[in-house]
């Protein structure tokens, strides 16, 4: 079965610092998986996806994750927050064995921007 | 175009009322899939469609049921509401996947529904 553990419930960064959002997912397979950001009483939006191409992903607003199989991580980075970055971060995987029909979302990280 | 659209935005019930969420998307996505969001547990897939006629159960189906008669709209049905269906509802509609993998999805801005 998959499974998708997001390591911090809530994270606090300063303005002009690094993000860290962490990732660990459980697959039997080769999983495909996104990241998605919701902002405060919106919908969510895509910022990147794997899809077992190129194992460091760029995605939209400077934000960037590295899929690290031998770890089963997909840890969601970003160098210096704006405070526009406040938001909740939602890890996503795909079960592939439902033809990724399925989609399994983290519990989500709230991320806080101090300026 | 306008995306996926929800409605309503807000809705308040009694136990045992039956409801309908509306969806419609107008981007001509074959999959479409509604969500609840519940605090601390992320979104959880409650049905879905890939197509006009075919759908299938998710995580949390109980206490729901779907129909999907045009690509466009899937709407989601409570037949008998209860407390613990108190939630924020989203759908979603993607493009079907040509291999492996899944496509982004694009959600809806979300009905928030809360039941007495």
């Known amino acids: 079965a998959q499974s998708v553990t997001q390591l911090d419930s809530h994270v606090s960064v300063s303005e002009g610092t690094p993000v860290l959002l962490r990732c660990n997912y459980s697959s039997s397979y080769s999983p495909s998986l996104f990241w998605y950001v919701q902002h405060p009483n919106k919908g969510l939006q895509l910022l990147l996806k794997?899809?077992?191409?190129?194992?460091l992903v760029k995605g939209i607003n400077g934000f960037e994750a590295e899929f690290k199989k031998s770890e089963t991580s997909f840890h969601l980075t970003k160098p210096s927050a704006h405070m526009s970055d406040a938001a909740e971060y939602f890890c996503v995987v795909s079960d592939p064995t439902t033809g990724g029909f399925k989609t399994i979302f983290g519990a989500g990280t709230r991320l806080f921007v101090k300026a | 175009n306008a995306g996926v659209t929800q409605t309503p935005k807000f809705q308040v019930l009694k136990t045992g009322q039956s409801m309908t969420l509306q969806c419609a998307q107008d981007m001509n996505h074959e999959y479409m899939s509604w969500y609840r969001q519940d605090p601390g547990m992320g979104l959880r897939l409650i049905h879905y469609?890939?197509?006009?006629?075919?759908?299938d159960q998710g995580e949390v189906p109980n206490g729901y049921n779907v129909s999907r008669s045009t690509t466009e709209d899937f709407p989601l049905r409570l037949l008998s509401a209860a407390p613990s269906q108190t939630s924020v509802y989203f759908c979603a509609s993607s493009y079907v996947a040509l291999a492996g993998g899944r496509n982004e999805q694009f959600f809806g801005p979300g009905t928030r529904l809360t039941v007495l």
């Open positions: 794997y899809t077992s191409a190129a194992t």
């Open positions: 469609s890939v197509g006009a006629g075919i759908t």
